[in-house]
């Protein structure tokens, strides 16, 4: 018998700030360093400052300058009058059946989003998401019928792993053995919201996980995915150089203009042209493309065929994800028996696909299922981005 679902309501010590004090949570390492000069601290020692901040409030989980020992009082001091460490606010945690977690989590503005953490055997991966809502209205994707508000700051995209942490409590303990165990191994850019149009944030963002002094997830570890903002893959691979994922679902143009409405302005040949060059501008060794399986759609053995030939001479992997299902979806799930053969024809031209296990379904977590609890009205860009500017400050 299974384990019953669980839900609970969490509020963390610390609320988001109300104004006047800078969250280091988020800050690369030289704005943290223009940050510090700015409120004091002198130049021939803002260096080595950053260096003994970071390691408390990233490697230790530490939010009070009060417990960094390591600074004098007075410095704590000038820390605290400029300076706060504050993560977004756990509204309500689910934890499903099978272990999966997911996070409904209040951001500034009041605005909430959602994030997923997946325990697998030997390692755990945290789904993050970059943007409130998401413009790109794909057919099948929950998400994708929550307009988009505003993109997270890179604090709100490293809040959720912390947050993560806090939930697992995955911090180190001054004095206790050291445990390499990593709870979160695995971080994706695959929750609310398309990464590659708030790319400037998600960049920061994952430079400060990926900081090696820090909460140090290789960029290996890393994968983010996009439905195909052409224009921003080859910066994706030289400035922060992570494992890409494309939302690829379909071998046609036709059939990717319905369900990938972003393929009327980047169509297949245009996105396959660009992702040729991804690996070796980021020294990975693969593309994966994520491919829902949708009843009657694109999941013929046709379809199959058509998607060997396109992806033929990019190092690829194929996930073939099983449709899931939402209240008023216009889609159902494909049989398993198609599923199956679907991935047989992929696996027989020599690419490795994977089913993926469908994980938090009971709690509405898995792929293409996050959608906030709060809407808000479709934003022009050039608001949005003076709203994000504005939760930077």
Known sequence: MSAPITQDVLTLPRK?????????????????????????????????????????????GVRDFAQMTNLAKDYRALLARHFEIALPEVVTRQVSADGTRKYLLRIAGGHEVETVYIPEEGRGTLCVSSQVGCTLTCSFCHTGTQKLVRNLTPGEIVGQLMVARDDLGEWPQP??????????????????????????????????????????????????????????????????????????????????DRLVPINRRWNIKTLLDALRDYPRLSNSERITFEYVMLDGVNDSDADARRLVQLIRGIPAKINL????????????????????????????????????????????????????????????????AADSRLQTH
């Not at 943290?32 to 601290?41: C, D, E, H, K």
């Not at 939302?247 to 143009?253: K, V, Y």
């Open 16 to 60: 988001l700030p109300e104004g006047g004090l800078t969250n280091i949570v988020g800050l690369t390492r030289d704005q943290l360093q223009a940050a510090l000069i700015a409120a004091g601290t002198p130049a021939r020692q803002a260096r080595m400052r950053v260096g003994q901040v970071w390691q408390w409030v990233y490697h230790w």
């Open 175 to 256: 004095g206790a053995p050291k445990d390499e165990t990593r709870l979160v191994s695995n971080l994706v850019l695959m929750g609310m919201g398309e990464p590659l149009y708030n790319f400037e944030g998600v960049r920061d963002a994952m430079k400060v996980v990926m900081d090696g002094e820090g909460l140090s997830l290789s960029r290996r570890r890393i994968t983010l995915s996009t439905s195909g903002v052409v224009p921003e893959i080859a910066r994706t691979a030289e400035e922060i150089g992570c494992l890409l994922a494309v939302s690829f679902h379909a071998t046609t143009d036709d059939v990717r």
């Open 321 to 384: 994800i099983p449709f899931n299902e939402w209240p008023g979806a216009p889609y159902q799930r494909s049989s398993r028996e198609r599923i199956e053969a679907f991935a047989d024809i992929i696996y027989k031209a020599g690419y490795a696909s994977p089913i993926r296990t469908p994980r938090g379904e009971d709690i509405m977590a898995a792929c293409g299922q996050l959608k906030s609890a709060t809407e808000r009205g479709r934003k022009s860009k050039a608001e949005i």
